[in-house]
């Protein structure tokens, strides 16, 4: 469910018309439901309260400050991979406790400067990297909490680009290696090495890989009397783009809930698309149509280097006119809504069934609150779009459109060219 809804052929977000939005804010941009985020990060909440976790909204998915903050304020902890989200979960607030750091190649600076932050729990994924961290902490007299990133070779069904879990993806240690780590934690005196991580990919519909995956650590804890306190269950559920019919966070937890209480183990979940996907969308305006022999396109003013999901993975998302039309069934044909950038791989969606749109509509791309902005780039030199998020009877807008100024921000052009 979602703050989206028509209401007299209308769009609205909660209770504000996406059209009035897009009077006073340049198009494209992304529109945001407060209350959507919030019910969904709730709806987690809720499901696992038995257990009690600390849910730590993933930023990769939406990163903008008021997303974040909104979450850190109704008390959720934080899921980080790079020092720049860590920059950005520190100026909303977060606390150190509450934040926990994956990713493969974590620089030593970013070390650092998370040690420093007090940041609750690194999730390790080489030995490599255990060494780096155990020598930072010691130069800064700290120490840190350590949760190994296991990869347990699983295979989940979503695409191959987001599945993280199977044996040849660079993610995690195989279990003989964790094994090896447990055994040698007196090489690491700064490191308190007392959890366990995985995360086997995302949009997964249903809970069969995660309890396989689950399986696997709980048997490999018991088999080999690993010593750890927390585990760490990722995040990668599913959300509806079109006709899935996603786990609910319910369901979820029903099915695994009963091996982690068994477990007795402190658990830790990272869900971002769950929370933050449908609490979004993409407001885009027609700029052209045209008709050629093979196909009809509808040329709208956003494009892959804001929303790259279609063109990176050929994902579906909804495309909707924002206002409808009357006579909207009789003129609806299918067409292609393309982009302004130079690539054919530039569209947001292919063979659509779409009312007859005109120059100047507004068509809303639906699902976009998850991985939409955050991948977004200045491709073809064009200025990022704004965000902008209601709030009760309210928007506001929580990043202005990029300028041209800022396009060349940073850039300098040596004197020997001048
Ligand atoms: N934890 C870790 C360690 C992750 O790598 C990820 C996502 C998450 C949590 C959150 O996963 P979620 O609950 O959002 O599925 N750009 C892709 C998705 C990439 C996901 C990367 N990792 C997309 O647009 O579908």
């Known amino acids: 469910m979602h703050e989206f809804t028509f209401k007299n052929s209308e769009l609205y977000c909660e209770n504000i018309k996406v059209a009035e939005i897009?009077?006073?804010?340049?198009?494209?941009?992304?529109?945001?439901?407060?209350?959507?985020l919030i019910d969904h990060?709730?709806?987690?909440?809720?499901?696992?309260?038995?257990?009690?976790?600390?849910i730590c909204f993933s930023m990769k998915s939406n990163s903008n400050l008021a997303i974040v903050r909104a979450m850190v304020k109704n008390g959720a902890g934080l899921d980080i991979v790079s020092g720049g989200e860590l920059y950005r979960a520190r100026l909303a607030g977060a606390k150190?406790?509450?934040v926990v750091y994956a990713g493969v190649g974590k620089r030593p600076d970013e070390i650092k400067d998370a040690i420093k932050f007090g940041i609750f729990f690194f999730n390790v994924e080489s030995e490599e990297e255990l060494g780096q961290i155990q020598k930072t902490a010691f130069a800064l007299k700290k120490k840190v909490n350590i949760a190994i990133r296991i990869n347990p070779d699983v295979i989940p069904k979503t695409h191959k680009y987001i599945a993280t879990g199977k044996g040849e993806t660079k993610f995690g240690l195989d279990f003989e290696t964790v094994h090896k780590i447990f055994n040698a934690k007196w090489r690491y005196p700064n490191l308190n090495i007392r959890g366990v991580h995985i995360h086997i990919g995302s949009q997964i519909l249903d809970a069969a890989p995660f309890e396989n995956a689950i399986k696997k650590v709980l048997d490999f804890i018991k088999e080999y009397h690993i010593e750890t306190e927390y585990l760490n269950i990722g995040g990668g559920l599913g959300i509806m783009y079109?006709?899935?019919?996603?786990?609910?966070a319910k369901g979820f937890a029903k099915s695994v809930l009963p091996m982690l209480k068994k477990s007795g183990l402190?658990?830790?979940?990272?869900?971002?698309r769950f929370i933050s996907g449908n609490s979004g969308i993409f407001v885009t305006r027609v700029l052209y149509t045209k008709r050629t022999p093979r196909k009809k396109?509808?040329?709208?003013?956003?494009?892959?280097?804001?929303?790259?999901?279609?063109?990176?993975?050929?994902?579906?998302h909804k495309i909707v006119p924002v206002v409808a039309r009357q006579d909207s069934s009789e003129t609806a044909e299918k067409v292609d809504v393309v982009g302004p950038i130079c690539e054919s791989g530039d569209f947001l969606g292919k063979d659509r069934l779409l009312p007859q749109s005109v120059k100047g509509d507004l068509l809303a791309v639906m699902g976009a609150g998850a991985y939409g902005?955050?991948?977004s780039s200045n491709y073809n030199s064009r200025p990022r779009s704004s965000e902008v998020m209601v709030i009760g009877n309210k928007f506001y807008t929580v990043r202005r459109n990029e300028t041209y100024q800022d396009l060349v921000r940073g850039e300098m052009i040596p004197k020997v060219l001048k």
Request: charged share 20%; hydrophobic share 35%; net charge positive.
């Open 22 to 36: 897009a009077k006073s804010v340049p198009t494209p941009f992304y529109l945001y439901s407060y209350k959507t």
């Open 41 to 54: 990060y709730r709806k987690i909440k809720t499901a696992f309260s038995p257990i009690k976790p600390l």
């Open 96 to 98: 150190g406790n509450s």
């Open 242 to 248: 079109s006709m899935e019919n996603p786990q609910t």
């Open 266 to 272: 402190k658990i830790i979940l990272e869900p971002g």
């Open 297 to 316: 396109f509808v040329i709208v003013d956003g494009g892959m280097s804001d929303l790259i999901r279609p063109s990176l993975y050929e994902a579906y």
């Open 373 to 375: 902005f955050t991948m």
